[in-house]
């Protein structure tokens, strides 16, 4: 890859995560609206929490009054950090029966309710002729437009449904965008869209479809993670270009739990690689060439790729493991200087250049000044780690570090 095409690709990755994560937009107002074909009376039933479909679509589990002030405690489905049902306590006002109502969320059991500070939602049920018109408005605060663009989403999905549900009386679960055969395609449109960027040609393209397995490979380990600490549902969502995000199916409950499912990304390729090693160097030694030198670039890119998100960046895996396992703000700067250090003194052994090196660390820096802070405070504070397990994940950092640090030195000497 070129220097241009390579300070093009960092740039407007950089671009896009700022863009996405952080940019400050303020107060911002999604507005959908949809023509249902339903009664109004109906269709009140079922948007007013209180109505009597108020379960149509299994979020709500019940909603009960508080006071005579507006103000309920409505049970959702979403599983808190304990596995049990997340109670929101919300006030109402502007109600008019069977026409409109508008919601605050004064706090729930889930996050700390400076989320819902300034969080406000409005139903509006206009009837035109047979049908009925429902206009559903959230206003927020919001920093990057990454969650903007969920919610108007999943506003119109909330509405796709409800329509369905008019017709045949059923709720659909799921989306096309979260299908399997949806994200198979976003990751083959990944692939393409990188592929300039290596070349146009075959070996470009093999690169691009390398890269794209390595991120499906790293978001799997991820998603073995989440199930292996009893989130009873995981799933991977391909971003092209960016990358994979996997999300698990409740919030996290202990310090252990985040740093054991940030570091497992690296870690399921830590088990791939040196079986990529060997499988490489048995193809060679067989005669077969090509494919010993495609074995030898997936371990190259898997080890490579995995290696830099150990990086001590904030959202990063490794800043994330680092912030839980370290005692205090002294260790966790010590360990991320060590860490930083480590990996640019590995990348000039496999020689990279030492302006790439530079290059990298203040992509690097950028990154953790882009993204500090960017995570959702949850309500309580997580389960403290134990000291065990704080030892345990420290040398299962370092094994995943020398792995791919390995793998990256191998690869290097087998391709240049």
Excluded at 82 to 89: L, V, Y
Excluded at 140 to 148: C, K, N, T
Excluded at 339 to 350: D, N, P, V
Excluded at 397 to 402: G, H, I, K, N, R
Aim: charged share 15%; proline share 4%; net charge positive.
């Amino acid at each position: 890859m070129s220097v241009i095409a390579t300070v093009t690709l960092v740039a407007g990755n950089l671009g896009l995560i700022f863009l996405l994560m952080t940019a400050p937009l303020g107060l911002r107002t999604v507005r959908v609206s949809r023509l249902v074909a339903a009664d109004a009376d109906r269709l009140w039933q079922v948007l007013w929490p209180f109505g009597s479909d108020a379960g149509w679509s299994g979020e709500i589990l019940s909603a009960e009054p508080l006071d005579g002030e507006g103000a309920a405690l409505i049970r959702l489905s979403w599983e808190g950090r304990d596995g049990r049902p997340i109670e929101r306590k919300a006030r109402f006002d502007d109600v008019v029966e069977g026409s409109r109502f508008s919601m605050r969320v004064i706090e729930d059991t889930a996050l700390d309710p400076s989320f819902w500070a300034d969080y406000r939602e409005t139903t509006e049920l206009v009837r035109e002729g047979n049908a009925t018109r429902v206009t559903l408005t959230r206003t927020d605060r919001y920093s990057g437009v990454a969650f903007l663009i969920f919610r108007y989403f999943a506003m119109r999905r909330e509405l796709a449904k409800l329509q369905v549900w008019a017709r045949t009386g059923k709720h659909r679960k799921g989306g096309w965008f979260e299908h399997p055969v949806s994200q198979i395609g976003f990751a083959v449109l990944s692939a393409f869209i990188l592929w300039p960027f290596f070349g146009l040609n075959l070996g470009g393209l093999a690169l691009a479809a390398i890269l794209t397995s390595v991120v499906a490979l790293h978001e799997l380990g991820h998603m073995a993670a989440f199930r292996l600490t009893g989130h009873r549902r995981a799933r991977m969502i391909f971003i092209p270009l960016l990358g994979g995000i996997a999300m698990g199916g409740r919030p996290y409950d202990s310090r252990f739990e985040v740093a054991f499912v940030a570091l497992m990304g690296a870690g399921f390729s830590a088990f791939l690689v040196p079986l990529l090693i060997a499988a490489s160097g048995l193809a060679g030694s067989e005669g077969h060439r090509l494919a010993a030198m495609l074995l030898a670039t997936l371990a190259g890119c898997a080890s490579l790729f995995n290696i830099a998100n150990l990086v001590p960046v904030w959202k990063f895996d490794g800043g994330q493991v680092l912030r839980q396992i370290c005692p205090g703000p002294l260790a966790l700067a010590l360990a991320s200087f060590l860490l930083l250090s480590a990996l640019l003194a590995l990348g000039w052994r496999a020689g990279f250049p030492p302006s790439f090196l530079l290059i990298a660390g203040a992509v690097f820096s950028m990154l953790s000044l882009i993204t500090v802070g960017s995570g959702v405070k949850p309500r309580h504070e997580l389960r403290p780690i134990r000291a065990f397990d704080r030892l345990a994940m420290a040398g299962a950092l370092l094994a995943v570090f020398s792995i791919h640090g390995y793998g990256v030195l191998w690869a290097s000497a087998k391709l240049m």
